[in-house]
């Protein structure tokens, strides 16, 4: 079905038995996610002829558009990835290779800000981060992290905040003398979008200054990331950035 927040879209149900089974999967989601497996939820929902017809239609229609392709797919497919109903649970071990946490070590000694961009979740990537010392054990992480189906309010004044309060976090630190930037940053899907709204009047100081704390930090974790969130992300830095390498 796809990754394991697809389950908050799943339909609502009285049955006790049913509300209990939705639970004991989310317990689990979130177990595995703690234990860096990566999980898929699995679920099945049965579609007419014309249910079928239709969404071939459409899908087809959003694949060959000239204009905001990717964005008119997504919108074909989520209408059509509702009203599920939850057949199970799946987690699989990505095994990191051989070498990778010593390089990253490496990397980070060698004052190389190293990112982290995935669709993985929240608690899966922050465990494989650690796995693969991209955060140091006295690393201290700041999140800024909303989920889209609880956020109902634009999140762009409480987002604003959270940098501010974390820039203000790392001047003291600087400022009391403290050696090296012992700071990571965890952001997923919904708070970069948010980052990156055009259609917002401060989405230009908002840039400003999720750039700045990202790049004063040792590491970026972002999570839950699209395709074309990621471009975006590398993009901001290369244009936002003068004289930075990406």
């Known amino acids: 079905m796809g990754h394991s927040e697809s389950i908050a879209s799943m339909p609502a149900v009285v049955e006790l038995k049913q509300q209990k089974k939705l639970k004991f999967a989310r317990d689990h989601l979130r177990h595995f996610s703690h234990h ?15 249910e079928a017809r239709r969404f071939v239609k459409e899908h087809g229609i959003a694949k060959t558009s000239l204009f905001n392709r990717e964005e008119k797919v997504s919108q074909v497919v989520d209408e059509m990835e509702r009203g599920f109903s939850l057949l199970g649970v799946t987690a699989v071990e990505d095994k990191i290779q051989v070498g990778v946490p010593e390089t990253v070590k490496m990397l980070l000694d060698g004052g190389i800000r190293v990112w982290m961009l995935t669709g993985d979740s929240v608690e899966t990537a922050v465990n494989i981060a650690g796995v693969c010392r991209l955060v140091p054990p006295q690393c201290k992480l700041f999140y800024l992290t909303f989920e889209a189906d609880k956020t109902k309010d634009d999140p762009k004044d409480e987002l604003a905040g959270k940098l501010r309060k974390i820039l203000d976090t790392i001047t003291e630190s600087e400022a009391d003398g403290s050696k090296g930037l012992t700071f990571s940053l965890v952001i997923n899907g919904t708070a970069l979008y948010a980052i990156l709204d055009e259609g917002s009047a401060s989405t230009a100081s908002m840039k400003r200054l999720f750039a700045t704390v990202a790049c004063n930090s040792c590491s970026v974790i972002a999570c839950r990331l699209a395709p074309a969130q990621k471009a975006a992300l590398v993009e901001l830095l290369q244009k936002g950035i003068p004289g930075g390498v990406v």
Do not use: K, P
Request: net charge neutral; glycine share 14%; proline share 0%.
């Open 36 to 50: 860096g497996l990566r999980t898929l939820v699995c679920g099945y929902r049965e579609l007419s002829d014309t």
